[in-house]
């Protein structure tokens, strides 16, 4: 069973490896081989017959998922949509999101064929939306779509997991109409947004509001970017999801209450064993519980391995622990193949299966404290890779901020909250009272974790290990928590070393590694030399808690073991190009400033970007060429500052948002002198720049557009792509190929570009060329 569950998995995990689905006709291979396997008994049959199935049941699943594709000829286009809010919504900042199920849909009078379960915005003054209303809206929707950067989040994998295949918005001047608000369609998530409603209204303006949601209701929407930076330093962010740890808890719980009080009911305990009978309320306490979660995916994950050794107790059947968690891995397979792209399936099969390793044989009479803080230091070594391999970043206090955090959360808050919860449509006094002590011992909570996971020495960033560094780091786990001392433990010291100091590529003297990001309709830049890197703008700020400065810069600057900038420029004051710089500088040190852009030049945190401005750092020249004293009175595009970076292999051009204007001035001000290898195209290559006159002075080998994919400027301009593409130059943009690196650098095999969606791409991802 064991060894077939992980054949299993490992055919699962072999076809989230393609590029490409491979198409079903194969199938009619696979099949008579499995048949094979069987009946001929091979060698090791069990384990490439479950291999085998692993991959078809994998490859039939993402199949049915990838056919509900939106068709691309409606694609951006309005289409009538009707159809039920599948999920509680969320409102912030104007901005209605939520999950639709269509059931019907029409384009220009004809009905079409769409995905069933689309995300959706609706911005501005709309009517309150509740889950399991029926709306007939005017919708535009795209295919998923999201950035792709070194480092970064993979929203379109997000998507594809929690079967989401289109995203979009509602059309606000639409004749959007609600048909029905009956209390039958989806019931859970009506109750679910009720009792949301009355949190609101028990804890108002309480700072731990979200966090108590997240840990009743599975709703974490409302977790300040503060609070889930504090959770990710102590390692600790687990505990805001309801996974196996809180069900489990909840389970419990009711099991030992009902154990006792069932065992002293006389003739009921004769006609039913008081342990059934606590299994049997334990499973429903656990059920009523994840349906309060909504039902999400991990909490169904979480809901199967409780189930597996409720069922256990229930049937009588003593289960070694690796076996109950082999079919609890099995069925969650079975259920949902998809979830091995999640990180929090390998964390939490991960921490269960280290737990059972780490603390068989151990003696009795060792303290509890002993016990609980080896459990903690088991996870905290043990998933060390999977959290370098995820996240690129391991808490080093999570041991010691989890001995204290998990039983205060778990035997403490949860229970406190669901009866405070429970209590407050009955005593509303008394469930007042129990959730304001549930809140305020969240908030004793998190100023102990502020105070251990102060910045400097809670975190450790690494780098997404290799498969080598991976293999070495799970051999030097198991020495250092399985082998006794005296017998070799100090070798897993040794086996971890690859991934403590695995070491990225950095430029010789001389070399420029160029990398343009993709931040959708924005523009941010890095370029690395031997010892020094400047970041070029910051992409655009989507929200108050969203912005491409942390969402895409430092996680890529992470992956390349870049702690500190040297010089952040940023060319001026728009959007999509200062839009990160506060997030950018409140997490990293930033040695100079230089910009344009008047509110950082007010607040004294950088100075203004001037012609003629210079400096060098490892036999690379960087020169500031506009704007000058005389193109102040210019407008705000055209006093981007534009940067000019050679080096002994080539260079770049850097010319922020400047137009037409600005590009003559830079002609009469440098005859002949600004030639570039790259040219990131001014204005995210708008119809009012790249004048010929300006393509005709850089002579580009290769123009990178920044823009976004199916932004409503159509940027790049098709005349501009057109003038680029006469002039025999490469052209290649973000939108359609990620985030695009460069070396320029003496060995011609390291030279790029290339593009990160093609060297990242899965079977998931959207792919069309330019």
Partial sequence: MRSGTIAFLAGILALQQFKELPELHWLALILPLMTAVVYFRYCCFKLILGGLAGFVWAWISAHWLLAQALPANIEGKNIVITGYIAAVPTYKHHLWQFEFDIKQASFEGQAVTLPEHVRLNWHGQVPKLSAGDQWRLIVRLKRPHGFMNPGGFDYEQWLFSHRIRATGYVRPDG????????????????????????????????????????????????????????????????????????????????????????????????????????????????????????????????????????????????????????????????????????????????????????????????????????????????????????????????????????????LLVVPLLLIGILLSGIFLPVGRGLLELGAGLLDYLTDLLAFLGQPGFATWTGIVPDIPALAFSVLGIVFLLFVPLGRGRWLGIIFLLPLLFQKQDVPADGEIYFTLLDVGQGLAAVVQTRNHTLVFDTGPRFSPEFDTGAAVLIPFLRSRQIQRLDTLVVSHGDNDHIGGADSLLAAIPVGQVYTSAQPLLDDNRAIACRQGQHWQWDGVQFNVLHPGAGDLQMKENNQSCVLAVAGRYGSVLLPGDIEQEAERRLIEKYPGKLKSTILVAPHHGSKTSSSQAFIDAVKPDYVFFPTGYRNRFHFPNHNIVLRYQQAGIGLYDTAHEGAISFKLAEDPQSIGPLFFRQSALRYWHHNSGY
């Fill in 175 to 410: 004749d959007n109409t609600l048909l029905s608000s009956r209390v039958m369609d989806y019931p859970v998530q009506r109750l679910r947004q009720h009792l949301q409603g009355r949190l609101v209204s028990l804890l108002p303006d309480h700072p731990m509001q979200g966090v108590v949601s997240a840990l009743i209701l599975g709703i974490r929407d409302n977790i300040s970017p503060q609070q889930w930076q504090l959770f990710r330093q102590t390692g600790t962010n687990h505990l805001v999801a309801i996974s196996g740890l809180h069900i489990g808890l909840v389970a419990g719980l009711v099991f030992v209450l009902v154990r006792w009080g069932w065992a002293r009911m006389g003739r009921l305990a004769l006609r039913l064993a008081a342990p059934k009978a606590a299994a049997i309320a334990a499973l429903m306490a656990a059920s009523v519980y994840a349906a309060l979660a909504g039902w999400s995916l991990p909490t169904q994950r979480a809901m199967i391995m409780v189930a597996v050794a409720l069922l256990a107790v229930l049937y009588k059947r003593h289960i070694q622990p690796s076996y109950g968690l082999a079919v609890a891995l099995g069925l969650v397979l079975l259920h949902d193949p998809l979830a091995v792209l999640s990180p929090g399936f390998w964390l939490s099969f991960g921490a269960v299966g280290l737990i059972f390793l780490g603390m068989q044989g151990r003696r009795n009479g060792v303290p509890w404290w002993d016990k609980w803080f080896r459990v903690q230091w088991i996870v905290g070594l043990g998933l060390l890779p999977l959290l370098l391999l995820f996240f690129q970043q391991s808490s080093l206090v999570s041991p010691l901020a989890n001995f204290v955090a998990v039983p205060v959360v778990s």
